[in-house]
């Protein structure tokens, strides 16, 4: 489990979805476009399915979780939520979020490092710096 900790008590964490409820997870916000297999919808107890920040599926299908691929992937995803409008309002969204209570950022992907939610992580950070 990571977490961002930033002015305001700000924290936003990630999860894999797989990993067991916490109470202290907060918002759940699952930030995946398709949902994880073999985990209900009872299981997941989100408060927030934000499939619009995910990446676009073709960058996601030409992605196909290839290590060798991450570095491109994060700047063609960087980009997306940068300046994609509705992805772009929905990182704002979080921050705002964030600024209140703790926000658990979920996620399906098995490699923790190498995924779209660390590079989401990595820019809700900056944003949350730049304020």
Same mark, same amino acid.
Not at 53 to 65: M, N, Q, Y
Not at 87 to 98: D, F, G, I, P, Y
């Given at each position: *489990?990571?977490?961002?900790?930033? !002015?305001? *008590?700000?924290?936003?964490?990630?999860?894999?979805?797989?990993?067991?409820? /916490? !109470?202290? @997870?907060? @918002? %759940?916000?699952?930030? !995946?476009?398709?949902? #994880?297999?073999?985990?209900?919808?009872? &299981?997941?107890? +989100?408060? /927030?399915?934000?499939?619009?920040?995910? #990446?676009?599926?073709?960058?996601?299908?030409?992605?196909?979780?290839? &290590?060798?691929?991450?570095?491109?992937?994060?700047? %063609?995803?960087? !980009?997306?939520?940068? $300046? /994609?409008?509705?992805?772009?309002?929905?990182? $704002?969204? +979080?921050?705002?979020?964030? &600024?209140?209570?703790?926000?658990?950022? +979920?996620?399906?992907?098995? @490699? #923790?490092?190498?995924?779209?939610?660390?590079?989401?992580?990595?820019?809700?950070?900056?944003? *949350?710096?730049?304020?």
């Amino acid at each position: *489990m990571n977490s961002i900790e930033g !002015d305001c *008590m700000a924290e936003i964490i990630l999860k894999r979805i797989y990993e067991p409820y /916490d !109470d202290r @997870d907060g @918002d %759940r916000i699952l930030i !995946d476009r398709l949902w #994880p297999r073999g985990i209900s919808k009872e &299981e997941a107890k +989100l408060t /927030d399915w934000a499939k619009s920040i995910a #990446p676009s599926s073709e960058l996601r299908k030409w992605f196909c979780h290839k &290590e060798e691929l991450f570095e491109e992937f994060k700047i %063609r995803y960087l !980009d997306e939520l940068r $300046t /994609d409008r509705q992805k772009s309002e929905k990182v $704002t969204e +979080l921050c705002q979020r964030a &600024e209140h209570q703790r926000v658990t950022l +979920l996620y399906a992907a098995k @490699d #923790p490092i190498h995924n779209h939610a660390r590079v989401l992580w990595e820019e809700l950070q900056r944003r *949350m710096e730049e304020e």
